[in-house]
């Protein structure tokens, strides 16, 4: 079985503060995913990183594919309330795209 | 785009009941993925399908769970007898090619 551990599990933070959210694995990835999970609605895939090592930045968060594909993580900078929710990463396997995802961050960002 | 629609959105059922989630994929998405998310396990894949076939059911808790899908627009997930530990949202998904799943709403099961 293949696990992704997240962490930290529960982050509160304040508006405007940084934060970094990680995925580990020790299973190799094809590759990873991250999404955010609103109360009541399904994940929304946020991004997908491929190579070991890239980087991806989408506004302010960047996420990052580590160099051997078993871990990633999401950075967020100047948190705003709009950020708060479920943050899942997935690691994709198989040709059908399988995904395993992780045990999730839920992050809440307060003025 | 409609996205991926799942019916119903809430459903309270008896212990013992016969349970049956519903999901319409997006047009033209050749893969169909149903998830159970619960607090303790997080999401959980159950069953996949490419090409309206069963690729993977290794995740399908047990034999009272059964999925079909019989044409490309419609799956069914069905729970028969259920037991309260089925209660959790359950989530289904499509996707075409490429690596990003789009996922329905969910359906909030309840089996008291």
């Known amino acids: 079985t293949q696990l992704l551990e997240q962490s930290p599990q529960f982050l509160s933070i304040q508006e405007g503060e940084n934060l970094t959210v990680y995925c580990n694995s020790s299973s190799v990835f094809s590759s990873l995913q991250w999404y955010r999970q609103e109360p009541g609605e399904g994940p929304v895939l946020l991004v997908t990183v491929v190579t070991g090592g890239e980087v991806k930045k989408l506004k302010r968060l960047t996420f990052q594919f580590g160099d051997a594909r078993k871990d990633s993580s999401l950075h967020i900078t100047a948190a705003q309330p709009g950020d708060t929710g479920l943050y899942l990463c997935?690691?994709?396997?198989?040709?059908?795209?399988?995904?395993?995802f992780g045990t999730g961050t839920r992050l809440q960002v307060t003025l | 785009d409609a996205g991926v629609i799942q019916s119903p959105r809430h459903e309270v059922t008896e212990m013992g009941q016969e349970v049956t989630l519903r999901c319409k994929p997006i047009?033209?998405?050749?893969?169909l993925f149903w998830y159970r998310q619960t607090m303790m396990r997080g999401l959980e894949l159950l069953i996949y399908f490419n090409n309206n076939v069963p690729i993977d059911d290794s995740g399908m808790p047990e034999d009272r769970f059964s999925a079909k899908m019989p044409n490309a627009s419609f799956s069914t997930l069905k729970i028969q007898p259920s037991e309260p530990r089925d209660s959790a949202v359950y989530f289904c998904?499509?996707?075409?090619?490429?690596?990003?799943?789009?996922f329905g709403s969910g359906t909030r099961l309840t089996v008291v």
């Open positions: 047009s033209g998405h050749n893969s």
């Open positions: 997935a690691g994709v396997t198989g040709t059908a795209s399988k995904l395993t």
């Open positions: 998904a499509s996707k075409r090619g490429g690596y990003g799943y789009t």
